[in-house]
């Protein structure tokens, strides 16, 4: 067991709605579980973005936050920080990651050019397309099977990488990106082997290098972990050699660095980041604050610190392994090596009776809200499928972990909530999509079910019986256990 490093001093109430509040909410939510209302949600797996508890040391230094429009200290210290723990010259804030991918995309991709990149994320490639880019994928293929126990799927194919890069001209290519833990395939991580060999090979043919260094804390450990040579090494130091394989990274702050909004582009490159702070004024505001207010910018300048807290960090990636654990007991189907933010539930296996065409993941997010209030998130073919190609890909729900947000309780209570869903699994029906907005669509896209769903009400699935369990008949209706005088 990773102990916690820290003990809990603000609390926000949650509570479970009945089963009946639940299948109206997802009726509503058009079988959407972005669509839900998070009063109608117990326990929160949407997303690590943006959900992660804030440390006292944030919230003190928030107090610090200088609101001036230009100069603010706030931004220097952010930049302080930015620069102690990864080492790139130049910062330029965005209020979200997909600020800083925007101008990385509109600096960086001339029309018709590519962005090479180890699978894809949604906001990332949508604005490399915006800006007339083609996104290219370039991982490696054990990253697209979720049964496949490569420790390091976050790879990038680096033979596929030179011939594209050679075949297609170093003119045609606008920039490698590749992501940390990667996303889409299950939180998967690469290795410092593989960065340098994508470091190198890209300082040969010269074509701009940047990250996606969103979890990057989280990759760091799976180095640490993993990789031959590098157990010894410490985290921070780690972190700062993936820094400085790069020019430069998108970042989206919410999640590594445990706050609410921010993000930002970092950047070796004086060209890169004199056209991103021409941009940013008209995108997102004045470069000392990119659309973040001073206290924003203090909090993230302190949480990229905690980021390169190794016993922080472990203490997550170990919570994310706990819940793994108690599916894998049960035969769940889940991706593996389990990744860094989430479990990624198999839908293809899972519900291996509902044809891909009709979103069996998005139907499995469903059934486990609507089995026990728990929130996950649709990544398959809903997210994945591009302008309607034919689309055979990962078909995985999310059950994310927020950072130092849930408990081992809340965790035992997700696990039983799915295990009541696998009891129930042939009895789910598959999905027909009813409305999709032209782009992303998973955030808005609203499905009806193709026959009811089951009850979801059977005995618990568990051997032992878990801890949230035996309140006993007076709890559960409603009241206080007697006190002993
Ligand atoms: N890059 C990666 C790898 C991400 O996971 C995200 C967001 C972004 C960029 C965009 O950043 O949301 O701050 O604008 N991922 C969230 C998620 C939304 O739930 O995985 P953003």
């Avoid at 040391?57 to 107090?63: D, F, K, L, N, T």
């Avoid at 990253?143 to 033979?159: Q, T, V």
């Avoid at 044809?355 to 649709?378: D, H, K, N, T, W």
Wanted: aromatic share 8%.
């Amino acid at each position: 067991m990773v102990l916690p490093p820290y003990k809990i001093k603000v609390v926000e109430p949650i509570h479970l709605p009945s089963p009946a509040q639940r299948r109206r909410a997802i009726i509503t939510a058009g079988f959407n579980t972005f669509l839900l209302r998070s009063d109608d949600v117990y326990v929160d797996l949407l997303t690590d973005s943006g959900t992660s508890a804030v440390s006292q040391e944030q919230r003190a230094a928030m107090e610090l936050g200088d609101e001036s429009y230009a100069g603010s200290r706030s931004f220097y210290r952010l930049e302080t920080a930015m620069r102690e723990v990864y080492g790139w010259q130049h910062l330029i804030p965005t209020h979200q990651g997909r600020g800083a991918e925007h101008l990385l995309s509109r600096v960086l991709v001339e029309p018709g050019q590519l962005v090479l990149s180890n699978l894809y994320f949604t906001t990332s490639r949508v604005h490399a397309e915006l800006a007339g880019g083609v996104w290219t994928d370039v991982s490696i293929p054990e990253a697209g099977d979720p049964e496949s126990r490569h420790p390091f799927k976050g790879n990038i194919d680096l033979g596929k990488l030179r011939d594209l890069i050679v075949r297609e001209g170093r003119e045609r290519i606008a920039f490698v990106r590749q992501e940390a833990c990667l996303n889409m395939a299950g939180g998967q991580p690469f290795s410092l082997e593989n960065l340098r060999a994508v470091r190198a090979l890209t300082r040969e043919l010269d074509v701009p290098f940047y990250l996606d260094a969103t979890r990057s804390s989280e990759n760091a450990l799976f180095i640490a972990e993993r990789e031959p040579g590098q157990a010894e090494r410490s985290l921070p130091e780690i972190l700062r050699e993936i820094a400085s394989l790069a020019d430069g990274a998108v970042f989206s702050s919410k999640k590594d660095h445990f706050v609410p909004i921010g993000g930002f582009l970092a950047t070796n490159d004086d060209a890169v980041a004199r056209r991103a702070r021409e941009l940013v004024v008209v995108y997102e505001g004045f470069p000392h604050y990119g659309g973040l207010a001073g206290h924003d910018m203090e909090a993230l300048a302190q949480g990229i610190r905690e980021a390169a807290d190794e016993p922080t960090v472990a203490h997550y990636v170990g919570q994310v392994r706990y819940l793994a654990g108690l599916l894998q007991e049960a035969g769940v189907p889940i991706v593996e090596p389990v990744g860094a933010h989430a479990v990624f539930l198999d839908a293809k296996r899972f519900l291996s009776h509902v044809p891909q065409e009709q979103f069996p993941a998005q139907m499995l997010a469903a059934a486990i809200y609507v089995a026990g209030g728990v929130r996950s998130m649709e990544r398959g073919i809903v997210s994945g499928q591009h302008d309607h190609e034919p689309y055979e890909g990962l078909e995985l729900v999310r059950l994310t972990i927020p950072r130092r947000a849930y408990s081992r309780e809340h965790l035992d209570y997700v696990a039983e909530t799915v295990l009541r869903v696998f009891a129930a699994r042939r009895e789910i029906p598959g999905l027909a999509l009813v409305y999709e907005p032209p782009t992303l669509r998973f955030f808005q896209a609203r499905f009806e079910p193709l026959a009811p769903l089951p009850s979801f009400e059977g005995a618990p699935v568990r051997r032992e019986t878990p801890q949230w369990a035996p309140l006993g008949a007076e709890a559960q209706a409603g009241r206080r256990p007697a006190r002993s005088r």
